[in-house]
């Protein structure tokens, strides 16, 4: 087994979903490999990442609207020292994932049709994200 590594940073614009997929797919075909996992980690607490349809922007617009009714900033958090962005932000992290892990399968990414990567920025202000990307594959 072979294991190869890279350290991805996106900056965000604040609030919103990135598609991520681009900068990962072309990491992936570059290492050259016909099958195997990749493991995309997100090294922070108040983003996260997830794999969601990429064709109709309402879908991201309607998840948006939804994850700020589940944890609206100005509640009655205790964790308040960062600004009334971060403990929704923590919150949202909790629910959703910081990891996934991708089949590779004819060397790319064995994503559906539909199906991009995005990286969602939970704070209000821009921030430089960094992403481990872990591909394992046979030698």
């Not at 090294?43 to 609206?72: C, G, K, W």
């Amino acid at each position: 087994m072979t294991l190869a590594q890279h350290r991805l940073t996106v900056a965000t614009d604040g609030q919103s979903l990135r598609d991520i997929t681009a900068p990962i797919a072309d990491w992936v075909a570059a290492q050259r490999v016909e099958s195997g996992l990749l493991s995309v980690f997100l090294q922070h607490t108040s983003a996260s990442l997830l794999i969601q349809e990429n064709a109709d922007p309402d879908v991201l617009r309607d998840l948006e609207t939804f994850f700020r009714r589940l944890a609206p900033e100005n509640a009655d958090y205790r964790h308040s020292a960062e600004g009334p962005d971060d403990m929704p932000a923590h919150i949202r992290a909790a629910v959703l994932p910081t990891q996934l892990t991708i089949p590779v399968s004819g060397g790319r990414l064995a994503l559906g049709t539909w199906q991009a990567i995005y990286l969602y920025e939970h704070r209000r202000a821009p921030h430089r994200r960094t992403i481990l990307l872990t591909l394992a594959s046979s030698a």
